[in-house]
């Protein structure tokens, strides 16, 4: 754990606090796990400040995060009844965006990602979220579904106090460099090595 | 993220089920963030399932999580009084342990930690919980204030389904060794490396 304490003090003109209450672009890569989790802890801890937080999951197949979707669902709702935390909207690609249920796209997953990427860029310029979590983003922008230099300059010039989080492996290298916050998760040991297949509440 | 396939099927005389259900020790180690957080995210889907969660916090100061304990704290109501999820009982050294609250003890770092494992321990050995979240545990055992034999021993010799998570820097490499899931979490760039101190939402 850091110290709390920064190592330098850059000479930007910026008081600690308004230094402090920047807005973040984090990244969590690597190939082991705990990229989304940590991803899901991260905004888990922004919900219980009371943060709008948007959940957008690329690519994922649908087995995956379902019990995260329904706590978030479930935090959303306690928001909803009794004021606590912050409100919750999770989105998911593989089932169809849902403001986007046009016939025919399901499938075209490239049409689908870029679409999601553009809902994203309205919601960063109305700022409708605190926290957006981009989950396994870092895919289609290696594949070429979304333009890399348009993400850089859309949260580069993103308004207001708006955090991003991005998950995935093989993130691309302007992305870390434009990152506040860049994690890497290593696979040191993983039980699917020694023959074992993934478990309920571990997995997913 | 792992394609849900074995790499290799061990000669272990279980079957596929057997070897699925096996209880894990997974360990989050290095000096990157997102040790604990992820961790945190692990226990959200135990949860979801209905684990009976354990969370007992070695080491850190008090202003640390009280994000995710807020909102655990919040869950476990939520399955008090709804039934959905799983119980919580969340533990913190710093203010001392909820069964060991005896005078002069407070301020005693390495009494409290052997407390802490002796208590863990008892559970252990009752099957109180169905998941264990052990967080900083690998500082008292590098100080010194925890015998890691005696943790090896017990954790290999513990009984039932229950799951055990550690989480912090320099773990033993026993503890590796004997663990199932293993991941090292590297900072490759912090904010504070650029002048930045931690805020609200991000860091606690």
Redesign the interface.
Known sequence: ??Q???????E?GLT?RQ????P?L?V???D???K???????A??????G?DLGVFQFV?SAK?RL??Q??FE??GS?HASTG??GPVDWQKMGSGWSWSRKAGTEDDHAVAAAEGWAEIKRRLAAERH??YLLDEFTYPIAWGWIDVDDVLETLAARPGHQ?VVITG?RADPRL?EA??????????????????????????
Do not use: C, Y
């Open positions: 754990m850091p709390g304490q920064p190592t330098a003090v850059p930007d600690t230094r402090r209450n920047r973040l984090v969590h890569t690597g082991g796990k705990g989304s989790t940590a991803a899901f802890g991260l888990l801890r922004g919900w219980n400040q943060w994922k995956w019990g995260e329904s706590v479930q935090l306690l606590a935390g605190d926290l955090h492996r870390l990152a506040d916050l860049v994690t890497e998760m290593t696979k040191v040991k993983h039980p699917m090595d020694a023959g074992q297949k993934g478990q309920r509440g571990i997995e997913w």
